[in-house]
């Protein structure tokens, strides 16, 4: 069975630091473009961090360029967030997806339930 579960969300303050794991099992992890998603109450998921298959290049969203950064440990079928300067705009549901490609995301991608990330001033 395909599974992706993404932990580590909790409060914090502004500021603050927070690291997100996605443990992925059921497919050939090594072979799928990763990324992390992010969702606000009545807001549209929004791409924030694409690592592609063999780490050859990675992409973030403009607001948190210099913050975040996306790393993946392909022995593990494990992705991850490093979340640092956290702000309260970064407040949001983060969830981690899987897809053969990675333009593929929204209509192909595998996807996890998501971990809340709240940032309080």
């Known amino acids: 069975q395909v599974q992706l579960v993404d932990s580590g969300g909790c409060s914090v303050q502004a500021g603050g630091s927070l690291r997100l794991s996605c443990a992925a099992s059921?497919?050939?992890?090594?072979?799928?473009?990763m990324a992390w998603f992010s969702q606000a109450p009545g807001d549209e998921r929004q791409e924030v961090a694409i690592i592609d298959i063999m780490v050859r290049s990675t992409t973030y969203a403009d607001a948190v360029k210099g913050r975040f950064t996306v790393s993946r440990d392909n022995a593990k079928n494990t992705l991850y967030l490093q979340m640092n300067s956290l702000k309260p705009e970064d407040t949001a549901v983060y969830s981690c997806a899987a897809a053969i490609r990675c333009d593929w995301f929204r209509d192909h991608g595998y996807w996890g339930p998501g971990t809340q990330v709240t940032v309080s001033s």
């Open positions: 059921g497919f050939i992890f090594d072979a799928y473009c």
